[in-house]
């Protein structure tokens, strides 16, 4: 059950774009469209942002996307703005029943 | 408005035990599956445990199993964590969530469980 693996830090203007991977196998994000991604700001609780790659929960804004290509599933945030600087985790449905996370990216809008 | 109010975290010892629960209210509890997610100070999210709407499944990550149990109580609308032969490792805030393998798509404030000698 090793970690999915994400990128430990990006950064963008406010304005631009970032786009976030989290890479698996055959056994995890190559295999199932259970695919998550989670907003955490320091001190505080996830927030669901995306789900099944690409689905947004209402309320997320439409600046945060999702996408998977194989192995890899992406978060892509257009129109950066100060309040999106946060980590963001990704996590994936495996085959032996399990959730994983990945290690975390920590967002920093410059 | 969907609350998840995690309690019963602590100090305790290497090898103790203890018993988390969360208290949710504001959506149907005994129709949604419910999961037990913690966080290492400085560390990212590591899932723990996973358990169906009427308790018949439960899934643990493997370094917990046989010494975690996930239980629920739909009358009470509450979930359990008990944790027993704790380690330092199991040091962490650990949070409940509404829902399983698709989307944790609520998630409490957490409560923090430290074992030190």
């Known amino acids: 059950q090793s970690a999915l693996t994400q990128p430990p830090s990006v950064s963008g203007s406010p304005g631009q774009s970032v786009t976030i991977s989290c890479t698996g196998t055959?056994?995890?994000?190559?295999?199932?469209?259970?695919v998550s991604w989670y907003q955490q700001p320091p001190g505080t609780a996830p927030k669901l942002m995306i789900y099944?790659?690409?689905n947004r929960p209402s309320g997320v804004p439409d600046r945060f996307s999702g996408s998977k290509s194989g192995n890899t599933a992406s978060l892509t945030i257009s129109g950066l703005q100060a309040e999106d600087e946060a980590d963001y985790y990704c996590?994936?449905?495996?085959?032996?029943?399990?959730?994983?996370f990945g290690g975390g990216t920590k967002l920093t809008v410059l | 408005e969907v609350q998840l109010v995690e309690s019963g975290g602590g100090l305790v010892q290497p090898g103790g035990s203890l018993r988390l629960s969360c208290a949710a209210s504001?959506?149907?509890?005994?129709?949604?599956?419910t999961s037990w997610v913690r966080q290492a100070p400085g560390r990212g999210l590591e899932w723990v445990a996973t358990?169906?709407?009427?308790?018949?499944?439960?899934y643990y990550v493997d370094s917990v199993k046989g010494r975690f149990t996930i239980s629920r109580d739909n009358a009470k609308n509450s979930l359990y964590l008990q944790m027993n032969s704790l380690r330092a490792e199991d040091t962490a805030v650990y949070y409940c969530?509404?829902?399983?393998?698709?989307?944790?798509?609520?998630w409490g404030q957490g409560t923090l469980v430290t074992v030190s000698s």
């Open positions: 969530g509404r829902g399983s393998f698709v989307k944790i798509d609520y």
């Open positions: 504001g959506f149907t509890f005994s129709s949604y599956w």
């Open positions: 358990i169906k709407q009427d308790g018949s499944e439960k």
């Open positions: 055959s056994r995890d994000v190559g295999s199932y469209n259970r």
């Open positions: 099944e790659v690409s």
């Open positions: 996590s994936s449905y495996t085959s032996s029943s399990t959730l994983v």
